[in-house]
């Protein structure tokens, strides 16, 4: 299906199963999914101290695969994913030739000549045609998987105990951003050590008509522990409290990763030419000559919760502007991620507010994540 045509709203495979516990709905990038099942503040807590489990079977998998896989991705990407040892995943990012960021990406190295791209579920289509426009000329090949797989990830503390109950591979061994197939109550998964929560968690990959059965025996084996579903509510309050970027919020086409704070992912050392390598280079350079507004932690002195688009201000000015804010369970205040002004980005710096309805609400600049968990 192209890009450009309309569908219906598409449901996981696990969308009888949440109606069922009495999930409440959402339209999300063009899929029905669970918003929350009961309280959003309980369900974060949970994976902050116990478990919590996912569908995210939303989300865009793209399998790579052909001799010349890893130079087509070197070449697609910003990344070095030749670089990348078999088992092992990346963070990394895709780019327009301008430099603008069209997605931020996990890319799993199945095999010597097998990657699979995860993208974000509203950008899945960009990314797949982008992918496929790349590939010309490289001897590699680009599937649309989006159909194959179903995602449920367990988050929190206690997800690495709930699924050693229920497997025999070895997850003491798996490191964070690593994945290896196994089996899961049974079920042929590829078990990823990977999260957007802040915590300690595994994604499971499994073919969608094995998802009822594999979220069942989860569930079970997390009951005695504290295990409650969870929906895409409280996964962004997680991934704000711990400074993740989303997409559309943090990261748009019309910012580079150097705009973004992340040219880290930029490895301009990499073998052949990649797509964007020109503008970066030339990002990069602004970046050293006259630092961008630069990502900051923002905490509420009182209990108004800013939001999306707010005008952060100091001394009268408009310094920046708000990505995200919501209020933080774990900090029991309000919070927002800002780009602001170097000049006022510092933690601690004084007289920053944010314009919320015409009055000035005092926030303190803190460095970015709000929480970190305990190793």
Not at 129 to 151: I, K, N, P, Q, T
Not at 257 to 281: M, S
Not at 291 to 307: D, I, K, M, T
Not at 335 to 364: L, N, S
Request: charged share 25%.
């Amino acid at each position: 299906m192209s890009s450009t045509e309309s569908t219906a709203v598409r449901r996981t495979a696990l969308d009888a199963l949440h109606r069922s516990l009495g999930a409440t709905m959402t339209d999300f990038a063009g899929w029905d999914m669970p918003l929350r099942y009961g309280s959003e503040r309980d369900e974060h807590t949970a994976v902050r101290t116990r478990a919590g489990l996912f569908d995210l079977s939303h989300m865009g998998e793209i399998t790579v695969s052909g001799p010349q896989a890893a130079e087509l991705l070197n070449f697609a990407l910003v990344g070095d994913l030749a670089a990348v040892g078999t088992g092992r995943a990346r963070y990394t990012m895709i780019c327009r030739a301008d430099g603008g960021i069209l997605d931020d990406l996990i890319v799993y190295r199945l095999a010597e000549s097998e990657f699979m791209v995860v993208a974000n579920a509203s950008n899945a289509q960009v990314v797949l045609d982008a992918l496929v426009e790349r590939s010309a000329g490289f001897e590699a090949e680009v599937r649309d998987d989006r159909d194959a797989y179903a995602l449920i990830a367990v988050q929190g503390p206690e997800s690495p105990g709930i699924l050693k109950s229920l497997t025999d591979a070895d997850l003491d061994g798996l490191k964070y951003y690593a994945g290896l197939p196994g089996s899961v109550a049974g079920v042929p998964a590829l078990i990823a050590r990977t999260g957007y929560t802040g915590e300690d968690g595994f994604e499971l990959f499994v073919k969608p008509e094995h998802a009822v059965e594999l979220w069942r025996a989860l569930t079970e084996a997390g009951e005695g522990v504290g295990l409650v579903p969870c929906g895409l509510s409280c996964r962004d309050t997680l991934r704000l409290e711990a400074g993740m970027p989303l997409y559309g919020h943090e990261l748009s086409t019309s910012l580079t990763p150097f705009d973004a704070g992340l040219g880290r992912v930029v490895k301009f050392q990499k073998e052949g030419d990649f797509v964007g390598r020109e503008a970066l280079a030339a990002a990069a350079a602004r970046a050293e000559e006259k630092p961008p507004r630069v990502l900051v932690g923002l905490v509420a002195e009182g209990r108004r919760v800013p939001r999306a688009g707010y005008a952060v201000v100091a001394g009268g000015e408009v310094i920046g502007e708000v990505t995200s804010g919501a209020p933080s369970p774990t900090l029991g205040k309000p919070i927002a991620m800002a780009y602001v002004d170097a000049a006022h980005a510092a933690p601690g710096t004084p007289g920053v507010g944010v314009d919320i309805r015409g009055a000035h609400e005092p926030y303190e600049v803190v460095a970015l994540p709000f929480y970190r968990r305990r190793k």
